[in-house]
């Protein structure tokens, strides 16, 4: 099993930043893809990031290209998102995932651990 916690949400002016944390749990053996999911209001969840664990390859949504990197600190067990220039149109939940292998297409269903979500609110 691996338990994730997410932190770092909370309420930004468009153009702001915030960097988002997951801590994973200590476990046996390492997801080898670690990944952010968003899930605005009424919305379907839609990938954002992902990270191979083991070379840190990283995979993005064209929507987020350019303004939000994904980066790992595999001492701490941490998986982080930096999110600048942010738009109202990134107000959702954020959740972090990690996955057995790592794909790098952005699909809730290649990942095999969730947290409970972090609330990100981005106004105009």
């Known amino acids: 099993q691996v338990q994730l916690v997410e932190s770092g949400g909370g309420s930004v002016q468009a153009g702001g930043s915030l960097r988002l944390s997951c801590a994973a749990s200590?476990?046996?053996?390492?997801?080898?893809?670690m990944g952010w999911f968003r899930q605005p209001p009424g919305k379907e969840r839609e990938g954002v990031a992902s990270?191979?664990?083991?070379?840190?390859?990283?995979y993005y949504a064209d929507t987020v290209k350019g303004r939000f990197t994904i980066s790992q600190d595999k001492a701490k067990n941490k998986v982080y998102l930096q999110m600048n220039s942010l738009k109202p149109e990134d107000t959702a939940m954020y959740y972090c995932?990690?996955?057995?292998?790592?794909?790098?297409?952005?699909?809730?269903?290649?990942?095999?651990?969730w947290g409970q979500g972090t609330q990100v609110t981005v106004s105009s």
């Open positions: 200590e476990y046996t053996y390492s997801p080898n893809c």
């Open positions: 995932a990690a996955g057995w292998y790592c794909y790098f297409r952005l699909l809730p269903t290649d990942f095999n651990y």
């Open positions: 990270i191979g664990t083991r070379g840190g390859s990283t």
